[in-house]
């Protein structure tokens, strides 16, 4: 009996092996596209694409900006006060 279970396990992962090569070339076969193809298929997509206009491009900036300094200082004084709370604790100021 334990024979015939190895037999079989090693034929199932035969076929499960030649099940994925199968997909595998398959889908290599199948995203391969021509150059030209391609960019029909970008310019296509872009021009889907809902393109925001000046003012929302500088609003967008101002507001990244703006939190990043926010952030940047956040994170220099609470590393100045760990620093200055470290060095008192460890008395080497």
Known sequence: ?????????AKEEERAKERRAAALQQRRR??????RQFISEVRTEL???AWPNR??????????????GFVML???VLDFTLKQGVLNLLELR
């Not at 003012?55 to 990043?68: G, K, P, S």
């Open 1 to 9: 009996m334990n024979r015939e279970l190895r037999r079989l396990q």
């Open 30 to 35: 199948r995203e391969r596209v021509g150059f």
């Open 47 to 49: 021009k889907r694409v």
């Open 55 to 68: 003012r929302e491009v500088v609003t967008f900036t101002l507001v990244t900006l703006i939190t990043a």
């Open 74 to 76: 956040y994170a220099f």
